[in-house]
């Protein structure tokens, strides 16, 4: 039986650490799922990979996006401040709440991607780590 199609965003965050610290979202994919919740993980990882060409993302690297993660770490440059005190500077005053959860089963890739915890306009984060040298 097929389902409604669904579509699932997967959000690429880019980890700033080193000299510039901080969390940003660097770019959108829209996964479309012809079956929606009757995707299996199996499937969807299918989906994700062939929307982002070049990466291979595993159910490993995918948790829920969570905006209130996003912004950075001031710093003080290259001259130091006396007293400076850095702090996190959010980019959102009002982060949206993580829509899903993302339970998939390590063994069973016919799990359905609901029973994984996925809905339609789910969004996912893909987080990756940029060093910055300074």
Not at 49 to 77: C, H, M, W
Not at 82 to 99: D, I, L
Request: net charge negative.
């Amino acid at each position: 039986m097929q389902g409604r199609g669904w579509t699932v965003q997967v959000v690429w965050v880019d980890n700033q650490q080193g000299a510039r610290e901080g969390m940003e979202e660097e770019q959108r994919y829209n996964v479309p799922l012809p079956n929606g919740g009757e995707t299996t993980v199996e499937e969807f990882m299918k989906a994700v990979n062939e929307t982002k060409k070049g990466d291979r993302l595993t159910i490993f690297d995918l948790a829920p996006f969570d905006e209130s993660v996003l912004g950075y770490q001031t710093q003080q440059g290259r001259r130091p401040i006396p007293n400076f005190v850095s702090k996190w500077v959010p980019t959102h005053a009002n982060p949206r709440p993580v829509n899903c959860k993302w339970k998939p089963d390590t063994v069973d890739s016919n799990q359905k991607i609901s029973d994984a915890g996925l809905c339609d306009g789910a969004e996912l984060a893909f987080v990756k780590i940029s060093e910055w040298e300074g």
